[in-house]
């Protein structure tokens, strides 16, 4: 291999070793971001009772979720079934279908980012916290913290995927998202 040859293949080396990730990133509450960590999903299908409270308004909806291997796909329905939004990624790839209404005020990411942190072994959750971030692991429970306190509480009930209950809290926005299973598929 000529001289040239062999600094245009390191020079070709150096660029995709330091190009910036391509993973999708949302910002937490506090100062953090949650980068999405590439690798196989659990497998589950589940549909839920979502009761979302940001301070005092609240949204009552059905969640269908379907996570495999390749990614995971999330729907959001209205009680009678509508389909309000669609988020999926899968193949490191990102798509949402988002009504009018939810553009620039619902990041995409956010979802699956959120089913990340709570369905992933925490060594990989780590990997997706930005700096001044730390992953705390109780049983039934996973916390979020900066150096200014909680930043997103995690708990579930039950041993296994789908869990009977999933709920999300962000104490800063005064934001819960509470998830009761409906129905289980395999």
Known sequence: MSRAALYTLCAALLAVACAPSSAPCTRLPG?????????????????????????DKTLRMIARISSGESG??????????QTLFQISWENSALHAELPTALEGSLDP???????????????????GLSGGLELLEQPGRRV????????????WEGNQL???????????????IDSRLLEARQ
């Not at 909680?150 to 708990?155: A, Q, Y």
């Not at 009977?164 to 005064?174: D, K, T, V, W």
Request: hydrophobic share 40%; with cysteine; charged share 20%.
């Open 31 to 55: 100062s953090g971001r949650y980068c999405l960590v590439a690798g196989p999903w659990p497998e589950y299908a589940t549909e839920q009772e979502s009761t979302v409270t940001l301070r």
């Open 72 to 81: 995971v796909r999330f729907a959001g329905l209205s009680p009678l079934g």
């Open 162 to 176: 789908p869990y009977q209950r999933l709920r999300f809290e962000a104490p800063s926005l005064n934001l819960t």
């Open 109 to 127: 990411v956010l979802l699956p980012v959120l089913l990340q942190i709570a369905t992933w072994p925490a060594e990989r959750v780590r990997e």
């Open 144 to 155: 979020v913290r900066d150096n200014d306190g909680d930043v997103l509480i995690v708990s």
